[in-house]
């Protein structure tokens, strides 16, 4: 089972899910280079949010886009 099938299956979750990984990694690498936290010092509460976010937020718009109902 690969993406392309999720997507075909469930898209709304199968973005959701990719959209959450994509803002996760992308909050973690502007910690770890950007902002030079360390990894000690890294805020996993904001990553969460921001993951959270991706899924719930930006994770519809391609989905209702892409398939009109």
């Known amino acids: 089972m690969g993406y392309d099938h999720g997507l075909a299956r469930r898209p709304l979750l199968t973005q959701s899910i990719s959209t959450a990984v994509q803002f ?7 910690q770890q280079g950007v902002e030079t936290n360390g990894f000690s010092n890294h ?23 892409r398939n009109p109902r």
Not at 24 to 30: H, V
Not at 43 to 65: D, K, N, Q
């Open 24 to 30: 996760a990694t992308e909050d973690f690498m502007a």
């Open 43 to 65: 805020e996993l509460a904001r990553t969460a949010r921001i993951a959270f976010y991706g899924a719930g937020e930006s994770g519809r718009l391609p989905c209702v886009t």
